[in-house]
């Protein structure tokens, strides 16, 4: 069972995934973070094609305790905190636009979900990476309340962190590759003023309902 879990920034897709994949024994994947150690892998390495540092680099998520967010291992580093710092969200948002960096990870991304029950969340999972998902989720919420939540987890201004993700919004809505759409038969939920909980609940009992019975 494969449930892809696509959305805008602080939508609430990673709080919701975590805690779906969690409740129902599942693998979880972050597409976003794979996208992430490529901009941190460009940063460091001015001047190289991201694609080639994306084919090269070996990515790598453990979910370290039940309540932490997944370790990030790039090359067997920990980079789970440093692929959040504005300027690789900003960088990220930018390389997600080469298509030749989306054809490596979404590759990598398919031979992830190959086998297993997964979770995955990101911006194309539903409509490139694995369309032939059982269930697709649309997250979505009020752009206010996104930054909001998103301000409140970094410690960080609302007003700033609006305009940074109205930014991110408007070029992973209009590149050619890739771009955040709804994938066709994809279950769209808007989470402003609803708890991770709910929302949770919902999803799992849309997994329940595709679930073939025995
Ligand atoms: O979800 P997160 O904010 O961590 O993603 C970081 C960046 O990676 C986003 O700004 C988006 O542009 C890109 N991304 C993407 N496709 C995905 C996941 C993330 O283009 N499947």
Redesign the pocket.
């Known amino acids: 069972m494969l449930i892809a879990i696509?959305g805008p920034?602080g939508a609430g897709?990673?709080t919701v995934a975590r805690a779906l994949a969690r409740e129902l024994g599942y693998g979880y994947l972050?597409?976003?973070?794979?996208?992430?150690c490529v901009a941190l892998l460009s940063l460091e390495h001015a001047g190289q094609p991201p694609a080639e540092l994306a084919g090269a680099a070996k990515m790598e998520m453990q979910l370290a305790s039940p309540s932490a967010a997944p370790r990030v291992l790039l090359d067997g580093r920990d980079v789970t905190e440093a692929i959040r710092a504005p300027e690789v969200?900003e960088a990220?948002?930018r390389v997600?636009a080469d298509p030749d960096v989306?054809r490596v990870l979404v590759a990598k991304q398919r031979a992830l979900l190959a086998a297993g029950d997964w979770v995955a969340?990101?911006?194309?999972?539903g409509t490139v990476?694995a369309p032939q998902a059982e269930l697709k989720i649309f997250l979505t919420a009020d752009a206010l309340e996104r930054a909001r939540r998103r301000a409140a987890e970094l410690g960080a201004d609302v007003q700033v962190v609006l305009a940074e993700q109205a930014m991110?919004d408007e070029?992973?809505i209009t590149r050619e590759h890739?771009p955040l759409r709804p994938a066709p038969g994809a279950v769209t939920l808007d989470t402003t003023g609803l708890g991770v909980d709910q929302v949770v609940e919902r999803i799992a009992a849309l997994a329940l309902a595709c679930t073939p019975s025995s």
Do not use: I
């Open positions: 696509d920034a897709k990673s972050d597409s976003g973070a794979m996208y992430r969200s990220a948002s997600a989306r969340e990101g911006r194309d999972v990476v991110r070029r992973d890739g």
